[in-house]
């Protein structure tokens, strides 16, 4: 805290007595628009500074004249007041005038706005869904799909948490995720966005994209990114009590290191589809659960598994974790039935994870149910509906 | 008739004098402003630095939603409507509102509604944490069970609005004093007027919107739900149908009193008084054709999106055409800056930038970088703080020598005018620069590289409230003393209200006075 | 504008306060219900407000006849009236809109068609129609589906018709009352104002009626959907305001039968019951093309 004190006053010392210097620190400290890496980006920005500057032009003009009738018109300098109160050529001129400044503000926009929503002509489509508080990523007709979470470790962020030192090192602290989304530089890719639960928003500023995803509804975005590169957003539509933790982080690689990573991607979906034929030993289920659950179900539950009362339960002590296992199945595979806010997560984890995650929740907290789950008890569990 | 208030509590609760009524609205406003403003602080707080430090996530967005709903409905709104109901009858010669009782009646239902919407913060669940623009599913299907409190204190706010409207809209057509015809008008009771309209025009559609919800969460009904053939984004339509012409609710009287303010302080009659009442008018016909442009983002078809982006556009010319009136108002006048003319003259600065930054969301291509983001944070509390709380303040000490007596002491309210001023602009201004620079809206924590404009924000925010308890005070001391007012007050005042000694009389005008 | 010099301004009043309590009773009690608690507090606070308003009518109807409320007065109640039958009017709006929202944007696009078209992905297999027979929910997950649509919808041309016919006609026999109360015909005015509420009944029963068969033959409910949900929300809200209109002119006729209140030029209390029957039947017009006729 102290040293952002001192970096204020760094900061305001440059501005009041170096000129020129205090553009770098304009750029070093963020107080503009970024122009991104792609055409919309630039035209955004372009509009964005046009738009500025005119406000500006007439924010002089406007107050220029309103300063100067304080100064040179004040009763204690002797002003005599004058009695004009009106002029129609005045009141014509400052109704016309504006609205020829807007028409010409109009023109670059529309034609900006033209280019955002041509979607036409994609090379690639990547499917979108928003949940509470993760993205999920679906390459369509590739055959990839996952999850991507926050990856900043709890301990650096939760209000018990730490790892303040952590935290204030972390130079992408809230901003980095478990699994980015991976495009192809120089193509046009298409996004179809959507959420599962709640209305939430996905936006990258340098790719200038932001698009609600709405529940039930897909909406349509694209960029083509020309420079490789990690590109770093947020989810920008309130979506519940982690709003602020699930940011969005895509990486643009070349066309060649695209293919691959495709290719590595179907190869561990295959890998993972095998591992459900296993048999694993408790420690090792027990083990992962903790991380699956970490990742998937703390953000509600919360890591000491005492839930948030009134809105999601405990874990500790549960009836389901401690009851019957087909109860326990059917609440994490299929979701509640009656609150839509504990997803399904039979689609969202592999057989892998469902089993090790509630082997986990059965023997965690206290809860001492002392049996394992397996990955093909899960997979019998899903046949059987 | 002729005798004065009861004495005891019961003066108050029985009151059918618009005088009473009036100032219990203020009050109870500047109750709300305080405890949103506290709820402000709690945001302002956890925002200081990086990191959770105070209150967990949920409990933020209990406090940003709570802190909106309570200034919008329960500040700003009530604070107009008590400037109303004393300043209107007075401007216009009348012995009192139209409906008295009903009058009552709309004072007293509003703090019933507001005990029942901040008894939600108590309940099970917590408090409405979907933000005052409440989008449906996270306020239907997610919501907490207190939503259902929430939804009927918003019905009875709403009606609260509708009846205080209709008396307004009553008075003000059927009261005037022989020879008052509409372009005599003072402006604060044009723009009341018109004010009234948007107000009996929209508070339906939101009791509209908000039953919708309620019949979606208890009902079954499919109204917000894609799966039975709604849309969530029906939702937002409804709302802003709503909201657009609400924010326009919140500063058309505020123009209002700007306008009677400058020309007093400048000694010169208001330029354009016509040109006024037209922006104003065209101002509010606008404000209902312009809903769509909270939602640039949700995917509309692009017809959509051209057509709501000219039309907000639009708004820019009559809007400047008043700025532009107030200036020209000033020139070549012999001006002196006491408290209500500094607060009116850092409001026409003020609002034009929050109105510059306006004009810039409203280019539907640029707010998909704006949007949700703390540019639009900085844009709505340009226009609302310094916009709609400094044009009350700046009422509040013009007339206070009339509702008081007294007068209120110049220093003190130098004093706190400069501090509000610079503590608005330390904390709201560097919010311009996070939201450019990707920080976006409703957030307990943040990126490392907003932390430096963050804590500049904290700081201000502590010194702009701490400014107002200086407000406070000297309203209360004015109250229980100070230098004796005339009954013009001011030198050169215009009005009615400055015709009557000073305290008003608690019944002015049982005999209207003929306006040549 | 100002003429007289009188403008009755009542006296401090107990009624506002009661009012106040009555509501605040009845909103804080309709929500601890709704939120599946008990309904004493809204009953409680349901009776008083209704006692406190039938206080309070009475009392400016004692007003008036003590010859107080100057006729610069009483042109506020008129425009008090007048804005608040716009406010209502506004309130259908939202729902006309929601409709045709529904039906021009919505559906068409998760049925795949228009702007945003894509959105049948999600949907795979529905289309859209209206009336919706088969919701989003239903072409997907068929019988699994949590909201099925209605198996069939009310036919205009029936029950709809009649109600229309009976509506109509009521607002002509209200404009005849008003006319005969014009001409100090007490006893005409009696008996058509009798009329316009046993049509305003027959109408009600009627609208019972169909709601009936729409839930228990037809399928058709609160929950089938988006055409339930416009359907009953719509002709739900209607029919509470003509109970409501139907009530107001009740009390109207009791005044004048056992009261004889009402002179030929002072009978505001019935003029606005009436402006609000009107209004009512203006709303029936509008719901018998857009939800009836061009909802089939
Ligand atoms: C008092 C309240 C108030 C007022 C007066 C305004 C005024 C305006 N607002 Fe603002 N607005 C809000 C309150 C208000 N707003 C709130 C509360 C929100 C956020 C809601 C939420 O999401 O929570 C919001 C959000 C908001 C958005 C949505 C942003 C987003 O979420 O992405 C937009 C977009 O168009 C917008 C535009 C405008 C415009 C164009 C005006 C115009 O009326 C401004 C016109 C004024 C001027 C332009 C200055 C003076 C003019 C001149 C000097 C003339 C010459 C000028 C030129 C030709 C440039 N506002
Ligand atoms: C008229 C309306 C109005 C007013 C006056 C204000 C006033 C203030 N607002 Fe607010 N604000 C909104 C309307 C308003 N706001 C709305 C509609 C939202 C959007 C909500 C949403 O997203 O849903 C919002 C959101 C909002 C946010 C964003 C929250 C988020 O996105 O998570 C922030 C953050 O800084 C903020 C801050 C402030 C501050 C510091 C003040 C200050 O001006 C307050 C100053 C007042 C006081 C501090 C109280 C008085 C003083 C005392 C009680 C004395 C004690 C104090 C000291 C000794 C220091 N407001
Ligand atoms: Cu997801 Cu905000
Ligand atoms: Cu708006």
Known sequence: MLSGIKRVFALLTTFVLAGPAAADEVERWGVNMTKGVTTVSSDIYDLHMLIFWICVGIGVLVFGVMFYSMWAHRKSRGAKAANFHESTALEFAWTIVPTIILVLMAIPATATLYDIYDTEEAELDIMITGYQWKWKYDYIGEDVKFFSNLSTPRAQYELDGSDVEGRMANPHYLLEVDEPVVIPVNKKVRFLITANDVIHAWWVPELAVKKDAIPGFVNEAWTKVSEPGIYRGQCAELCGKDHGFMPVVVKAVSEADYAAWIEERRMAAVKLRELTEKTFGFDELFAQGESVYNTACAACHQANGQGVPGAFPAIAGSKVATGPLDSHLSMVVDGSATNPAMQAFGGQLSEVDLAAVITFQRNAFGNNMGDTVQPIDILNFKKKQ | ?516 | MASESSYYVPEQSRLPIFATVGLGLTAYGAANWVNGNSSYLFMLGSIVLAGVLWAWFGQVIKENMAGLNSDQLKKSYVWGMGWFIFSEVMFFAAFFGALFYIRTFALPWLGGEGDKGSTNMLWQGFEATWPLMTTPDAAVNGDAAKIAGPNAIIDPWHLPLINTILLLASSVTVHFAHVFLKKDNRKAFNWWLFATIALGVAFLFFQVEEYLEAYQELGLTLESGIYGTTFFMLTGFHGAHVTLGTIMLLVMWCRSVFAGHFKKDDHFGFEAASWYWHFVDVVWVGLFIFVYVLGS
């Open chain 2, 1 to 516: 008739m002729a005798h004065g208030p009861q004495p005891g509590f019961k003066r108050w609760l029985y009151t059918t004098n618009h005088k009473d009524i009036g100032t219990m609205y203020l009050w109870f406003s500047f109750a709300m402003f305080f405890l949103g403003g506290i709820m402000a602080l709690v945001i302002r707080a956890e925002l200081f630095q990086p990191g959770l430090q105070i209150v967990e996530p949920e409990f933020f967005n209990q406090m940003t939603t709570m802190h909106g709903l309570i200034m919008v409905f329960g500040a700003v709104m009530p604070a107009f409507v008590g400037l109303a109901n004393w300043m209107v009858p007075m401007m216009i010669g009348a012995p009192d509102m139209a409906l008295p009782r009903m009058n009552n009646w709309s004072f007293w239902i509003l703090p019933f509604a507001f005990a029942m919407l901040v008894s939600t913060l108590f309940m099970e669940g917590g408090a409405p944490n979907f933000g005052w623009t409440f989008y449906a599913p996270l306020s239907t299907e997610y919501a907490p069970p207190s939503v259902t409190f929430f939804i009927f204190a918003v019905h009875i706010m709403g009606a609260s609005s509708i009846m205080g409207a209709i008396n307004i809209v009553a008075t003000i057509l059927n009261m005037r004093a022989p020879g008052m015809t509409l372009m005599k008008m003072p402006l604060f009771v044009w723009t009341w007027l018109i004010t009234a309209y948007l107000l009996i025009a929209v508070m339906p559609v939101l009791a509209g919107v908000v039953t919708m919800m309620l019949m979606d969460i208890h009902f079954g009904t499919s109204f917000f739900s894609a799966a039975g053939g709604g849309d969530p984004v029906l939702f937002q339509h409804v709302f802003w149908f709503f909201g657009h012409p609400e924010v326009y609710i919140m500063i058309l009287p505020a123009f209002g009193i700007v306008s009677a303010i400058i020309p007093t302080f400048a000694r010169k009659p208001l330029f354009g008084y016509s040109s006024m009442v037209y922006a104003t008018s065209s101002i509010a016909f606008l404000s209902f054709i312009v809903w769509a442009h909270h939602m640039f983002t949700v995917g509309m078809p692009i017809a959509g999106e051209l057509f709501f982006m000219y039309a907000t556009m639009l708004i820019a010319v009559p809007t400047g055409v008043k700025v532009f009136n107030w200036v020209t108002t000033m020139f070549r006048g012999s001006m002196t800056f006491e408290t209500p003319m500094l607060f009116s003259i850092a409001f026409v600065i003020l609002f034009t930038i929050g109105g510059f930054s306006g004009l810039m969301l409203a280019i539907a291509p640029a707010d998909f970088q704006y949007h949700d983001t703390y540019f639009v944070v900085a844009h709505f509390h340009y226009v609302l703080v310094p916009g709609a709380i400094f044009s009350i303040t700046a009422g509040v000490y013009y007339w206070l020598p009339k509702w008081t007596g007294n007068m209120y002491n110049e220093t003190m309210g130098k004093v706190h005018f400069w501090l509000s001023f610079i503590g608005l602009n330390v904390t709201f201004f560097p919010m311009h620069f996070v939201g450019l620079a990707g920080m976006p809206r409703r957030i307990p924590d943040y990126a490392l590289q907003f932390a430096d404009f963050n804590l500049i924000a904290s700081c201000g925010a502590f010194l702009f409230g701490a400014s107002q308890l200086v407000f406070l005070f000297n309203i209360l001391r004015t109250i229980n003393g100070g230098k004796k007012a005339t009954a013009e007050v001011w030198e050169d005042a215009d009005g009615l209200e400055w015709t009557v000694p000073s305290p008003a009389p608690y019944h002015t005008f049982a005999t209207p006075p003929v306006v040549k």
